[in-house]
Structures are given as C-alpha cells and as structure tokens.
C-alpha cells in the first residue's frame, strides 16, 4: 500500500491520497467504489496496479485528464523507467476514450516538470488534454458548452504554445460523472 506522501509544507500529497482511496480494479476500467467521506469525490477513469487516471478537476476541456503513478515521485526525473512505461502505456487507450467523448481528434499530452515549469502538484503526472480545431469548434451548436474550446482564439496560439495557460473551470460532480461514465464505457 501506498503511504501518502507529506509535502514540503506538511500536508499530504493530494494525488498520493487519491491513489491510496482507490485500490487497483480488475478489469482497470471499472468504477470503483466511493472514497470515505471526507474525502472529495474524485472521477476515476482506470485504476491499474501501477497508474491511475482520473478526471482533471480544473479541466481546459471536456474530457481533461490526470494519468499518474500510484507511487509517489515528485519528478519525471524520480520516476524508475519500468514504471514510466507501465503508466504511459495507458495514455493510447486514454486518448481514444476522451477524443471519443470530447468529440474531437486531437488532444496534447502535457507533463510540467518541477514548479518553474508550472507543475502544481509535487507527484509527477501527465495532463491529456483534448483539442478542438476551428472546424470542430464550429460545428458544436450553441449552447453545448462552446466556452470550453476557447472559441475566438485560435489566433492567440489557443492549445498550442499556451500548454495549460488559458481557460480553465471548476469540474461539478454531475458533469464528472457523467464525462467519466461515458470514458469508461
């Protein structure tokens, strides 16, 4: 088992204690139960015995993803190389899934590296992001949630050189569990 990981300022790493609420799955893509309250709810969308995924609470974009270890390494630099390949295997499988429910084709894989590169958490992970082009973003119909694609801003480098810069709202339990039911189908 996991024990959380304590931060630098003395609080326990958020991810470490995701990891630790929901223990492996088999197959890895079945929900699994609720974590015990006090703990918020957390949209998991596959719990293997080496990575877990789950549903960006600030997403960029509808399907926004966290894929992590579920032992704690700060850095990509920490990370034993067996380990990088078995979390990372995922990401294919992942991206499939969240282009398909996002609408879309397109997606970035993004990993901030230690905080000057504008990593938040101190457990190392990897954001999938999918990404709608122009054509995409004008096809949805109004009302479909169109803030999400950043629509206006293509020509501001919108999903390209901003990485995780720009747009981002508060994920409500009823839209992450809709979004991670549909995921993990």
Known sequence: TNTPIMSSEGEPCPFC???TSYPPSAPPYLPP???TPPFPAT???LSAPHALAFLDIMPQSPAHLLLIPRSHHETLHT???SLNVAVTAWLPLLACAATKVAGVSDFNVILNNGVSAGQVVGHVHWHLVPRAGREERERMEKGERREWWGVGNEEEGWGRERGLKGVRGD?????????AGLIRE
């Open 33 to 35: 139960p609720p974590a």
């Open 79 to 81: 990370l034993p190389p």
């Open 43 to 45: 949209h998991i969308l």
């Open 171 to 179: 994920l409500s339990d009823e839209e992450g569990e809709r979004i």
């Open 17 to 19: 204690l995701i990891a």
